[in-house]
């Protein structure tokens, strides 16, 4: 794709939209009432604030998941490669594993992964 | 995917992430929207490493192992901000910058 | 794997502190302060052995004999800092996170070694990030103070943004170049108008990790916040090894567009010495204090880089290995006091000649030092800077050095002034110290007196650094 269709594909693109937009904020017949405006509007009421905040305890999973979760990122490159590293790629991977695994233990053994 | 798309444009799009991520550290009042201006400044020097090594560089894979290691510092980095920023939550209720003024000049 | 050695050992005692962390009971914790000291005595030790050098990873890492000696002189930093903790790792709130605190510095030096003796930007990378973030770790180490949480979300706000400018910089030098590894970085450079921008920002990211002026502003909070031994790891470790890094990429990745890169440190030398002199002057406490006067020790060791010779190098590495033992010992009186009174400020050390003779002339001694005072190792460490900077004909820069070398004794000689001349109504009691504080200091106070007259040490390091500027 050269640049000059990919400028043609937004204006085209947004021309559409646009079209459908007016064509719905003008066509349809209109009506008002305040359920309208409910979040959910064949729903129970929503109660209390959107604002809420979250538990801590949350972000204490979030982090640990966050740095274990992107170390896969470093599996994709050898499962790519891995017959031609072959043996030596492949021990590689599991000290790489062998350091995970002794902090995940070690979030473990101090309670990191209790729900308080 | 990229054919036809010049060097320029990434590199313009990079420069622009760039500098909103310079302004959002430098005018952002709440601690994790720092953060995530921060993590807008390490992307964009992402999207530069890449679009260097598919468009001009395409021979070695340097910017490609580059970005992926970047990703990760970048979380690494991440989870310790947040893990402090909880501190300073637990301490004082709030995470706004305006709160940690404790030192100065 | 022995041209490693230098990691691979600190790695292996940091799995095993980790291991002993994860099994050893909890009434047993407080045993694992002697073990870490001993551990990291036995690994110095076993750096000085000489071994084989030579690179690794296709170029990607590699050493030499200079590159060991920086390791062994971060080693004894590190050594003397875990000494220096001992006693307040002891107290009550830390007793549950004596291991992290070493896990935590052990792992920032192994980012330094793998930094200093990266051979391409990706490893250069990785070390830094591995060097910085830990530390934010350790300045929040103190759970229940605001300002050490403060200091240490300014810590990794500061480094993570530097980072990100440094790795733009480094960004536009692989695209104009098209590799990261140095050797072949080195010849390519042209000087074109996109590589002196990428120079810049490499240059800004990391003089912010070194704290020059205008850069510096970050330093002094994150100072004052962090617990006193972390305060002096940032200012004497992580400074050196970032002052050696930067060293030697300006040597060599750098060194086709030197004339540019020489204008930008002299500027920047001038400005961080004199700010932070100005800024040392007005402080009362005495973390601040020292933050700032270590500001302007690094203005004068980017003296040393400007020389841009062998001469400039060894008197670099010579000056950080001065600089290191005078550092610590100041810091680790105000840590023996701190730990003992929690008093802080300058104007608390009042009349503390008459109460710890012992203590305020270990003090005196390291603050000569710091200042540069003839029979000291101070004097000798700025005297070879100078040297370094006359061979190139800079004599103006040298005659701003002198000047501020007389305002820096100024502000040292106000503290010597407080301990020794001035009365004071309740100065600080009498205390014993520990056995740990006492080899700390004790190891400092030798640092600073042999290597005074030991040329020896001199001349062995300018010996090494022979045929290593290409």
């Known amino acids: 794709m050269s640049a000059e269709s990919l400028i043609l594909f937004f204006i085209v693109g947004a021309f559409l939209v646009g079209v459908a937009v007016l064509f719905s904020s003008y066509v349809p017949p209109k009506s008002s009432n305040p359920q309208k405006f409910e979040p959910y509007e064949c729903g129970i009421p929503t109660e209390g604030l959107t604002w809420l905040q979250f538990n801590v305890g949350y972000y204490m999973f979030s982090i640990i998941y ?35 695994g002794v902090g995940l233990l070690y979030a473990w053994k101090k309670g990191a992964l209790k729900w308080e | ?67 992926v290691f970047v990703v990760a510092v970048a979380a690494a980095e991440a989870s310790v901000a947040i893990a402090i920023i909880i501190n300073i939550y637990r301490r004082l209720d709030k995470i706004d910058v305006e709160n940690i003024d404790e030192m100065k000049y | 794997m022995l041209i490693m050695r230098h990691e691979l050992l600190l790695v292996a005692i940091l799995v095993i502190l980790l291991l002993v962390e994860i099994f050893l009971p909890e009434k047993h914790k407080h045993r694992i302060i002697p073990l870490a000291i001993i551990l990291m005595g036995v690994v110095t030790a076993l750096g000085f052995i000489p071994g084989p050098t030579g690179s690794l990873f296709g170029g990607m890492y590699s050493t030499s004999n200079l590159v060991l000696i920086m390791k062994n002189i971060l080693n004894i930093g590190t050594l003397v800092i875990f000494i220096q903790s001992a006693e307040w790792l002891k107290k009550d709130e830390n007793r549950e996170k004596i291991s992290e605190y070493f896990i935590v510095l052990l792992s920032s030096l192994i980012g330094m070694f793998y930094m200093i003796s990266s051979g391409d930007f990706l490893m250069f990378y990785l070390g830094l990030e591995l060097a910085t973030i830990p530390v934010a770790a350790a300045a929040a180490f103190e759970r229940f103070k605001e300002k050490s949480a403060e200091a240490g979300v300014k810590l990794i706000f500061m480094s993570a943004l530097s980072s990100g400018i440094l790795l733009y910089g480094i960004s536009m030098i692989y695209g104009t170049i098209g590799t990261m590894y140095f050797q072949d970085v080195a010849p390519k450079f042209t000087g074109s108008s996109l590589q002196v921008i990428a120079f810049i920002f490499f240059f800004a990211g990391m003089a912010f990790k070194i704290s020059l002026v205008p850069f510096h502003l970050w330093a002094a909070d994150v100072y004052e916040g962090a617990p006193i ?29 030197a004339l540019m890169w020489r204008d930008v440190v002299y500027i920047i030398a001038i400005l961080t010495m004199t700010v932070g002199n100005l800024f040392a002057m007005r402080q009362r406490n005495i973390k601040r204090f020292l933050a700032f006067s270590s500001i302007s020790q690094a203005g004068f060791i980017l003296l040393g880089i400007i020389g841009q010779s062998q001469l400039g190098m060894t008197t670099v590495i010579y000056f950080v290995l001065i600089y290191l033992f005078s550092n610590l010992g100041a810091f680790g009186v105000a840590t023996a006091i701190s730990n ?30 710091l200042a540069g005072i003839p029979p000291l190792a101070g004097f000798f460490g700025k005297f070879f800077l100078f040297t370094a900077a006359a061979k190139q004909g800079l ?63 001199y001349e062995w390091i300018l010996q090494l650094s022979h045929g290593l500027i290409y």
Not at chain 3, 341 to 369: H, Q, V
Not at chain 3, 412 to 420: E, G, N, P, Q, S
């Open chain 1, 66 to 100: 966050l740095v274990f979760d992107v170390e896969t990122i470093f599996l994709f490159p050898w499962a790519e490669v891995m017959k031609e590293t072959g043996m030596r790629g492949f021990i590689e991977i599991v000290i790489f594993f062998f350091i995970l």
């Open chain 2, 1 to 67: 995917m990229f054919e036809g798309i010049p060097l320029t444009w990434f590199l313009i799009l990079a420069t622009i992430m760039f500098f909103i991520g310079i302004y959002g550290f430098l005018i952002r009042k709440n601690l994790i929207t720092i953060l995530m201006s921060l993590e807008l400044v390490l992307n964009s020097v992402n999207i530069n490493f890449v679009a260097f090594n598919k468009l001009l560089y395409p021979e070695h894979l340097e910017g490609m192992f580059f970005t």
């Open chain 3, 229 to 257: 031994n972390v305060t002096s790891y940032l200012s004497v470790v992580s400074k050196g090894a970032a002052v050696f890094i930067l060293m030697i990429l300006l040597y060599t990745v750098f060194t086709k567009i």
């Open chain 3, 340 to 369: 003992k009174t929690g008093k802080e400020t300058i104007d608390d050390y009042d009349g503390f000649y008459r109460t710890n003779p012992l203590l305020s002339l270990a003090m005196m001694l390291s603050l000569f030092s």
């Open chain 3, 395 to 457: 004599f103006i820069l040298i005659v701003i050095a002198v000047l501020n070398t007389i305002i820096s004794l100024y502000y040292y000689l106000l503290v010597i002034k407080a301990m020794f001349l001035n009365k004071s109504d309740q100065p600080i009691a009498y205390f014993k110290s520990d056995f740990y504080t006492r080899l700390g200091l004790l190891i400092c106070s030798a640092g600073i007196i042999i290597i005074g007259f030991a040329s020896p040490i």
